[in-house]
């Protein structure tokens, strides 16, 4: 499109210097980063030119133009990093916040360059929005996981399950079936991490056991979470949207027992029928607190769901009145619970959770600590919810620049609704379900509730094909580091592709599709 004086605009020597080879060299990245800048203005500058020669009215289509492949390509290579994250010892958060803030740049200088000032702000106000309602409930959920795992909640179930002496199909079993039990509530990511300790502990050496084991947990987390708005972020998006109403996820029951069952059947023939390791030692006991703070957190996930679903007002406002009551509780807690001196022998989260008070008198050596409640709140995974930022706000971008619309055309246009949510499953295991859940949510398809249900389930499992496919995968493969590995888990895709199969056909047969 011309400029105002029919001359072509051009790039500023900035850009020139961005895109010529010398700055591939490490000693030029902050003359690229400089030269980025320089483009962006360059382009904020030419808009107000191009807008006045062009027609008023509807926006044309975006996703052949230049701003929109532009931003299809900052996606990918923003997703290459998060991909990569355990190669290039970066945080994923960091490419995808960039990624989010460069599109919606060029999302509003498309619609600005095209006559459009109105629609690029609001739109990016309502992700934004959509963002904090979700935020807001992941914070408030995860700082009360955070505080059982602080009050050895976690570590006393881990002590129980390890002292019994139980045999290796035993523990095999109870892992699975705590993981299966426990992530609907606690999220995948802590259940696999907390049952993936205790096969660690028990298999102490044993490579065949603890591969399958953890295979079997990752699996189960992912499982569990699918049936239940709590048990994973994608089940709480379409929760809160409206989508499916909570006594409905109920009907994922049965699928989602199904996805577990079939390859821990397959997979429990390879586990050893032998004792346990013989040098265990572990006595960790739950701190004072524990028990009242598990009574408010379900009492916390109640009032969520009647707030919801009785009053059709947003879950997140249950969950942080729920976290305003842990807090008072907190502040009850560190009035009664005794000064702690020495913290060299507490665990990691008993001396990270505890906060600074003054001295006694006469004593100006030790340093009197207790209990706070902010410490808590500080030890939330902030690296995700600062990921899934940038996730919703980079998807969001690219569905108003037309993209999304145009993959719900193809995708679900010419596949149907069912054999495009069975794809979406397979997908989320090469790319995190987040995104990939998030773009279905955009795309806006016709589907029916059993419909919105089996793309649910698929979200929610599809990941358990491969390692890299979920959070619980990643975490496990790096807890226990060289034992479980993309490879080792490859080796059983067989059996997990075969449970993903049949827990699709046990819904479409429950649901009549």
Not at 72 to 92: D, N, P, S
Not at 396 to 403: C, E, I
Request: net charge neutral.
């Amino acid at each position: 499109m011309g400029s105002s004086n029919g001359q072509k605009p051009r790039l500023s020597a900035s850009c020139a210097t961005l895109f010529s080879p010398r700055t591939a060299t490490p000693a030029r990245y902050p003359i690229a980063g400089l030269s980025i800048v320089l483009c962006l203005c360059g382009l904020l500058g030419t808009a107000p030119a191009l807008a006045a020669t062009s027609a008023q009215g509807t926006v044309p289509d975006l996703t052949t133009s230049l701003y929109g492949v532009v931003a299809i390509l900052i996606f990918v290579l923003a997703y290459i990093f998060v991909i990569g994250e355990e190669f290039f010892l970066l945080r994923k958060s960091k490419p995808m916040i960039v990624a989010a803030g460069l599109i919606w740049l060029l999302t509003g200088i498309a619609y600005a360059v095209h006559g459009d000032t109105e629609t690029a702000g609001p739109a990016l106000q309502h992700n934004i929005l959509e963002y904090a309602e979700m935020f807001l409930f992941l914070l408030a959920a995860m700082t009360f996981v955070t505080t059982l795992e602080e009050r050895q909640v976690f570590g006393a179930l881990r002590t129980w399950l390890i002292v019994r002496q139980f045999s290796l199909r035993q523990v095999y079993w109870i892992t699975g079936a705590l993981a299966f039990v426990l992530s609907p509530v606690a999220d995948n990511l802590s259940t696999a991490l907390l049952m993936g300790a205790v096969v660690l502990a028990v298999g102490n050496g044993n490579r065949q056991f603890v591969t399958v084991g953890s295979i079997n947990i990752v699996i189960a987390a992912n499982a569990g979470g699918a049936f239940s708005p709590f048990g994973d972020i994608t089940t709480l998006m379409v929760w809160q949207e409206g989508l499916v109403p909570f006594s409905e996820f109920g009907h994922l029951f049965l699928p989602s027992l199904v996805n577990w069952l079939v390859p821990a059947l397959l997979m429990y023939r390879a586990v050893e029928q032998s004792p346990p390791a013989s040098n265990l030692h572990a006595n960790v006991q739950m701190r004072q607190g524990a028990l009242p703070i598990i009574g408010i957190f379900l009492g916390t996930i109640v009032c969520s769901v009647l707030i919801n679903s009785r009053l059709n007002m947003s879950p997140a406002l249950g969950m942080m009145t729920g976290l305003g009551v842990l807090k008072l509780y907190g502040y009850r807690l560190a009035r009664r619970e005794p000064a702690l001196r020495d913290t060299g022998h507490l665990s990691q989260y008993q001396a990270e959770n505890i906060t600074d008070m003054e001295p006694t008198q006469g004593d100006h050596t030790d340093v009197v600590r207790r209990f706070d409640i902010f410490h808590v709140v500080e030890r939330a995974s902030w690296d995700t919810l600062m990921f899934f930022y940038g996730v919703v706000l980079a998807v969001g971008g690219l569905a108003q620049l037309g993209y999304l619309s145009l993959a719900s055309e193809h995708v679900y246009g010419t596949l149907g609704p069912t054999l495009a949510n069975i794809a979406v499953g397979v997908l989320s295991a090469v790319i995190d379900n987040i995104p990939v859940m998030l773009a279905v949510l955009r795309m806006a398809p016709e589907m029916n509730m059993d419909q919105w249900l089996l793309v649910t389930l698929t979200a929610g499992v599809g990941g358990s094909l491969l390692s890299i496919g979920s959070a619980a995968g990643i975490a496990l493969m790096g807890q226990a580091h060289g034992v479980y590995t993309f490879m080792s888990h490859l080796r059983w895709a067989w059996a997990i592709a075969l449970g993903y199969a049949l827990s699709v056909l046990c819904h479409l047969w429950l649901s009549g599709i």
